[in-house]
Nanobody
Framework: QVQLVEPGGDLVQLGGLLRPSCAAL????????MGWYRHAPGKQRESVAT???????DFADSVKGRFTISRDNAKKMMYLQMNSLNPEVTAVYYC?????????WGQGTQVTVSS
């Protein structure tokens, strides 16, 4: 069973930056495509970014050019570099497998951007 832990959220001002991380505990990590998801109030959870085992990446149109995703397979860690933040990205951010996120969800990390 995998446990996903996502520290690194915070309250930041417009234009700020954050770098949440994802730790995948007790599970083989390197062979899976991984993704960051977010759940904003009143909306469905959506995919934000994905990264393959070979480190090919893809992003939601709303964050292209502002977010980057990376992974460290040896440490079973994944990161989301969030730049030029605006209030529209306010949400709880989670990590899970990409495409079919069928691992147990972690508690997520709250990202709040104030204007």
């Amino acid at each position: 069973q995998v446990q996903l832990v996502e520290p690194g959220g915070d309250l930041v001002q417009l234009g700020g930056l954050l770098r949440p991380s994802c730790a995948a505990l007790r599970r083989i990590f390197s062979v899976y495509a991984m993704g960051w998801y977010r759940h904003a109030p009143g909306k469905q959870r959506e995919s934000v970014a994905t990264i393959t085992p070979g480190r090919s990446t893809d992003f939601a149109d709303s964050v292209k050019g502002r977010f980057t995703i990376s992974r460290d397979n040896a440490k079973k860690m994944m990161y989301l570099q969030m730049n030029s933040l605006n209030p529209e990205v306010t949400a709880v951010y989670y990590c899970n497998k990409a495409n079919v996120p069928n691992w147990d969800w972690g508690q997520g990390t709250q990202v709040t951007v104030s204007s």
